[in-house]
């Protein structure tokens, strides 16, 4: 829910830009590939920090059971996982961004240049 109000507040205040891709000859598709592929790329990065936290958050997990419990390496980030947990978060993104940028790309070109 907050990526969709964080993508649809990013286009509100991108309507010039709309704007001037309109004037320029871009199509509806084309608006919605360029906020698109935006979005992919904010989710792929939030992803891959997600990833190097959580593997960062091993180390010292796995220090506080040894000291409890003597049991070595408990906390692990499996590599499926971790392409897992980058697939979701693209395509929560993505499904996110979606509809902002139907909305993005859905404005009249005459009126995102006057604002």
């Keep these: 829910m907050s990526s969709k109000q964080c993508a649809k507040f990013r286009y509100s205040k ?8 309109h ?3 871009a199509r509806k598709k084309d608006i919605t590939r360029v906020f698109n592929t935006e979005t ?3 989710g792929s990065c939030s992803g891959l920090l997600g990833i190097f936290l959580a593997w960062v958050a091993t180390f010292p997990i796995n220090n506080i059971l040894y ?9 692990k980030l499996d590599p499926l996982h971790a392409i897992s947990l980058l697939i979701i978060s693209v395509v929560l993104t993505m499904i996110g961004g979606w509809i902002p940028s139907k909305m993005a790309a ?3 070109p005459v009126e995102s240049l006057r604002s």
């Design 14 to 21: 991108r309507t010039k830009e709309i704007g001037i891709l």
């Design 23 to 25: 004037a320029l000859g």
């Design 40 to 42: 992919f790329i904010i």
């Design 67 to 75: 000291k409890m419990t003597e049991s070595e390496n408990v906390a």
């Design 106 to 108: 859905k404005k009249d």
